[in-house]
């Protein structure tokens, strides 16, 4: 679900940081693509789904990134499949979300 090298490369302290900060941010992110969706605003959907697509890419999260790339495609050319997709991906951030909070129990 996240890249394993992580824990090898970086102490722990630093890697639940960053994992702390990705599911804020991540959280914020589709928040954001989820109103937008509800607004029909395909410009912000992209936006947000860009930015989730690249924290995605730095902590390994290969599932969040290639469905967050899927929507940025598909909202820019409006698909029809767009709404599967982000719901696809509610589902798999929130499974992503509990692996970490299991790794990384809160202190």
Known sequence: MINANLKEDFDDEFVSDLLKSYVKGGKESLENIQSAMTNDDHKSISFWAHKLKG??????????????????????????????????????????????????PAK
């Open 55 to 104: 924290s995605s890419r730095m902590i390994g999260a290969k599932q969040i990134e290639e469905l967050s790339s899927s929507i940025e495609k598909r909202a820019t050319n409006k698909d029809i499949l767009l709404r599967d997709d982000i719901e696809d991906l509610g589902e798999k951030f929130d499974a992503l979300v509990l692996f970490i909070e299991n790794q990384f």
